[in-house]
């Protein structure tokens, strides 16, 4: 989205009602000269700007959830991902797989980008498409450059950044997110991130007394929001040996997401075509 550019004048509008209260007993065609025109066109550059701002604080608060999997909506801040924002997170490609899942088994195109050692047999296994899936294991430098293009098509895209970008490459990026409704989480801090994603405590289980596999991890999942409060900690099982993700501290608030995710799961989501 094309920034608008204020041109440097100390206080455009107080001047333009100076100007105004000046010439208030002249006729109409004075007033109409009396006005420089820069500073009429910079009167109405704030009133657009004005608008534009008034007009992303809409999309945002009528942004939509993306489907989101019942065993991790009721963490999040708002009860599920939503469209069009980003959210930080620990780097683990389980959590990642898990925050997939539920927006790819809804049908939502997935990407990855910058993980080569994102598994496809481990994520088949979580519950995720793999018909819906696209990854760039290897994007170098262009990381962001290929973020914001194919965030231009898929629903949710996950990256781990390359190099630093600046303030203003990020915040054109937040923007893209937010015209085309795509969600996106990042690897590590995010200056715009709605919330920290954490995975923090891990124990596997399935082995026994030397023999044995690996079949199931118990995890812990914490989220702190951008917006402040305690932050939320939930213990899951991914993967879990029958259903992939599983709940193990389930309470009112995830059954009240349980009935959401089956409300939503069956949504046709954005599709590459």
């Known amino acids: 989205m094309p ?7 100390a206080d455009p509008v107080g001047a333009a009602a100076g100007e105004r209260s000046a010439v208030g007993e002249h006729s109409a065609t004075t007033r109409a000269q009396r006005i420089p025109a820069s500073q009429i066109e910079a009167v109405e550059t704030v009133q657009a700007l004005q608008a534009r701002i008034d007009a992303l604080q809409r999309t945002r608060l ?24 980003t959210y930080a997170l620990s780097p683990s490609s389980a959590l990642v797989m898990a925050l997939l899942a539920g927006p790819s088994q809804a049908g939502s195109w ?4 910058g993980m080569p050692e994102f598994g496809i047999e481990a994520a088949e296994a979580m519950g995720i498409d793999l018909d ?10 262009a990381w962001l450059t290929v973020t914001a293009s194919i965030a231009d098509a898929l629903g949710i895209v996950v990256v781990r950044p390359g190099r630093a970008a600046s ?4 915040a054109k990026l937040a923007g893209r997110l937010r015209e085309r409704g795509s969600t996106l989480l990042v690897l ?12 923090t405590e891990s124990c596997w289980s399935g082995l026994g007394d030397g023999h044995g596999y690996l079949s199931e991890r118990e995890v812990t999942i914490t989220v702190s929001a951008k917006r402040g409060g305690r932050p939320r900690s939930g213990r899951v099982m991914m993967p879990d040996a029958e259903l992939g993700i599983r709940r193990l501290d389930r309470g009112i608030a995830a059954d009240r997401a349980r009935e959401r995710w089956h409300d939503t799961a069956p949504l046709a989501a954005r599709r590459v075509g």
């Open 3 to 9: 920034a608008l550019a204020l041109s440097p004048l």
């Open 62 to 85: 009528d942004s939509r959830l993306m489907p989101t999997h019942e065993a991790l909506a009721d963490l999040l801040p708002d009860g599920g991902l939503r469209e069009g924002a």
């Open 110 to 113: 997935c990407g990855v980008v």
């Open 132 to 141: 819906r899936l696209v990854l760039v294991p290897h994007p170098g430098d």
């Open 167 to 170: 303030d203003g490459a990020i």
């Open 188 to 199: 590590g801090p995010w200056p715009q991130a709605e919330a920290m994603i954490s995975l």
